[in-house]
């Protein structure tokens, strides 16, 4: 990737010493970086999760889900009011969710299957 860099820094150098006009922004809007570029092959997923008390089955708050993909870099988000999160995450992919919130045991779930984006996903979380 520096090297890339250095290589267009030199051509636009030498372009503005032989005297060529051009727009720098246009040039730098027309360059597609690898994490910019998507693959449009692959298919992604919502994943539907509801955190809920494990006594009496009441939605939880305010809930930390960290979710770690298996070939990826991970996501957290908090519950809502109704204790309702979601991730969209690359179809067909294992992941890793970590359970948080002040007052209740810690949980993880490792999820290995396909997602299905119509259900909802409940986990219970007692606590401490």
């Known amino acids: 990737m520096w090297v890339k860099t250095s290589v267009g820094a030199v051509a636009v150098i030498s372009l503005v010493l032989a005297g060529v006009r051009f727009n720098i922004r246009d040039l730098i809007d027309t360059v597609k970086f690898p994490e910019q570029v998507s693959n449009p092959k692959k298919e992604y997923l919502e994943m539907k999760i509801l955190v809920l008390y494990e ?6 708050e ?6 770690i993909v298996s070939n990826g870099s991970p996501a957290t988000k908090k519950t809502d009011d109704n204790g309702y999160v979601s991730f969209i995450i690359p179809k067909e992919i294992g992941v890793t969710l970590f359970f948080r919130k002040q007052g209740f045991k810690n949980k993880n779930k490792t ?3 396909t ?3 119509e259900r909802v996903n409940i986990y219970y979380l007692t606590p401490e």
């Open 55 to 60: 006594t009496n089955k009441n939605p939880i």
């Open 115 to 117: 997602i299905d984006p």
């Open 111 to 113: 999820w290995n299957r």
């Open 62 to 67: 305010n809930v930390e889900v960290k979710l």
